[in-house]
T-cell receptor
Framework: AQSVTQLGSHVSVSEGALVLLRCNYS??????LFWYVQYPNQGLQLLLK??????LVKGINGFEAEFKKSETSFHLTKPSAHMSDAAEYFC?????????????FGPGTSLSVIP | GAVVSQHPSRVICKSGTSVKIECRSL??????MFWYRQFPKQSLMLMAT?????????EQGVEKDKFLINHASLTLSTLTVTSAHPEDSSFYIC????????????FGPGTRLTVL
């Protein structure tokens, strides 16, 4: 079975500081991995995704994530936090091949940016 | 990028009534649409997957007769919450995918359902 854990349900950073949101997954097959952002009362927006190839993936709004198979991790980073980055962030993994339609979401991490 | 809309964005209804939520892919044909439910401060829970022209596949524990899903065209899927009760109050989000493989799912803005 596929699963996703996100360490830290809430993360606070100062404006301009490094953002690091952690994601670990379990998967019996090579996974597709995603990071989504959700602003209050809105749907989800895709930040970036990893499918195959280069393990360092760059996304929108200055975010990037690195797929580390040995650590089963896909942590999200941004060098310098902006006030507009405050939101809920979800890491997600595509399900196993026999049911590849299913995207399984982690519990989410709420990011606060302190001025 | 691809746009998915939902209507209504917010609905309040009385207990026992039925509510229909629409999900539309505006600039692409969605072979597959997904319906999620999200409780406050929680993650998204997949309710069902629907392919155009065929019956929806429901996740374990989701009542088919309670949450009716119709995917009649490549741009429209509907979720009907039948005989709604207060415990059905939630944020419902749909997503749509154009094809298969690595194709991205695009999410709608969500519908806030409140059952009184």
């Amino acid at each position: 079975a596929q699963s996703v854990t996100q360490l830290g349900s809430h993360v606070s950073v100062s404006e301009g500081a490094l953002v690091l949101l952690r994601c670990n997954y379990s998967s019996s097959v090579p996974p597709y991995l995603f990071w989504y952002v959700q602003y209050p009362n809105q749907g989800l927006q895709l930040l970036l995704k990893y499918t195959t190839g280069a393990t360092l993936v760059k996304g929108i709004n200055g975010f990037e994530a690195e797929f580390k198979k040995s650590e089963t991790s896909f942590h999200l980073t941004k060098p310098s936090a902006h006030m507009s980055d405050a939101a809920e962030y979800f890491c997600a993994v595509r399900g196993p091949k026999t049911s590849y339609d299913k995207v399984i979401f982690g519990p989410g991490t709420s990011l606060s940016v302190i001025p | 990028g691809a746009v998915v809309s939902q209507h209504p964005s917010r609905v309040i209804c009385k207990s026992g009534t039925s509510v229909k939520i629409e999900c539309r892919s505006l600039d692409f044909q969605a072979t597959t649409m997904f319906w999620y439910r999200q409780f406050p401060k929680q993650s998204l829970m997949l309710m069902a997957t629907s392919n155009e022209g065929s019956k929806a596949t429901y996740e374990q524990g989701v009542e088919k007769d309670k949450f009716l899903i119709n995917h009649a065209s490549l741009t429209l899927s509907t979720l009907t919450v039948t005989s709604a009760h207060p415990e059905d109050s939630s944020f419902y989000i749909c997503s749509a995918r154009q094809g298969f493989g690595t194709d991205t799912q695009y999410f709608g803005p969500g519908t806030r359902l409140t059952v009184l």
